[in-house]
Structure formats: C-alpha cells, structure tokens
C-alpha cells in the first residue's frame, strides 16, 4: 500500500513563473492538506481540500491556489514566484479520522 | 484550535529513556494528541496518536493524565537515529476536515 507521494521531489524555478505540484493520498484516504515549511521552521497550513473544495485555508496570498480532483489527488499552484516562497512543501492525506499522514515533500527553490 | 508549547530542544545519550512533555490547557473534548517525528528534509512521520490515559506501539508511549492538559511522549532506549524534530500536535475532526497546526517542536539530539 503506497503511501502520501508527492511530485516532482526537488524544482527551481526563477522569480515571476508559476509551479505545481502534485500529490497523490494514502489509498483510502479523501481529505489532502498543504503545507509550507521554510528552513528551520515548523510546517505552516497552507489550505485543505476535502470533496474536491478549498475547506479551510491559512494564512497565505492568492498566489497560491489548488485543486483536489475526483481520485482525490491535488495541485498546488503557486503563482508569481517570489525568493521567500522557497521551502519544502508537504502535502499530507486523512480520512475520516484525525490521522494524517505526510509524504516525502518537494524541496522548492526560487532563485 | 488548542495550542501546544513544548520545549525547544532536549539532549540525551544513547540508551537512555527520553521523555518529551507538551501542554495543552485549551484541549477541547473531541481533540486527539498527536506527535510527529520530522528527519532533515523530510515529511513529519506519524508516531503516536491518543485520546486519554495511556497508549502505547512499537516505538513510543504517549502518557496522557486525567485532565488532558498535558500528555508525555516517551522513547525507550534511544538510539543516534533517534536525533530528530518532534512536533506535538492537538486536534479533531469535525465538519468533514480537519487541521493540523504545528508548533517549533522539540528538537532532540542524541549523544553517543
């Protein structure tokens, strides 16, 4: 049984462009939550995808968006690249228990 | 969502028993205690998970007193490996999602 996977595992983009990245849940499980995690620092809650909608969301720009599709994988998008946007994204999947789990992350560097 | 306070860092030798202590006086009736391990680089790991009194699995115990103020992650025997982030977490799930909301953690260095 696969665990939270995520993709790609390391990106460097360039400030201004956009990024997406991937993530595919623990089978059986159909909530997806982002997360940001700059060096040194706890993860901070980006947003959380349940049933395919945006259901609750922390306490960053528009910039960054997602989507959750009907298998319940997910994309996070982030647009209009800035230096500080550099860190390692996690994605982590839940059912419907208080369980989540994390995948591996995706390093990104905005240079 | 209840807020958790841990202490920054601890050090320890291999061998020894460590304890890891987390408060959280606002814990709310349906929150669960989590704590999560997190190597450099890498996505938190799942360690322990309870609701009251005591649980226990292959890698840890988690000791949980009567008011659930506070709960105890405890290693057995620690090894170098043992060296890591660990992040105490309290939350539920309710409405159909639920959030996780880290703090700095602990971070645990293991001596030989």
């Known amino acids: 049984d696969a665990g939270v996977t995520q993709s790609p595992t390391h990106l460097i983009k360039t400030r201004g462009q956009q990024v997406t990245l991937r993530c595919s849940p623990k089978s059986g499980h159909d909530t997806v939550s982002w997360y940001q995690q700059a060096l040194g620092q706890g993860p901070q809650f980006i947003f959380q995808?349940?049933?395919?909608?945006?259901?609750q969301r922390g306490n960053f720009p528009d910039r960054f968006s997602g989507h959750q599709f009907p298998n319940y994988s997910s994309e996070l998008n982030v647009n209009a690249l800035l230096l500080g946007d550099s860190a390692l994204y996690l994605c982590?999947?839940?059912?419907?228990?208080?369980?989540?789990?994390f995948g591996q992350g995706t390093r990104l560097t905005v240079v | 969502l209840a807020k958790t306070t841990q202490p920054i860092s601890m050090d320890s030798y291999e061998g020894q028993e460590v304890n890891i202590t987390c408060s959280h006086n606002?814990?709310?009736?349906?929150?669960?205690i989590t704590w999560y391990q997190q190597f450099p680089s890498q996505g938190p790991r799942f360690i322990i998970q309870g609701y009251k009194t005591k649980v226990t699995n292959e890698v840890a115990s988690l000791f949980i007193p009567a008011d659930r103020k506070s709960s105890t992650l405890s290693l057995p025997r620690v090894s170098l490996s043992d060296t890591a982030v660990y992040y105490c977490l309290v939350g539920g799930r309710s409405g159909g999602y639920n959030k996780l909301i880290f703090g700095a953690g602990t971070r645990l260095a293991v001596h030989p």
């Open positions: 982590a999947s839940s059912n419907q228990t208080v369980t989540a789990f």
């Open positions: 995808y349940y049933e395919e909608e945006e259901r």
């Open positions: 606002n814990i709310a009736t349906n929150d669960y």
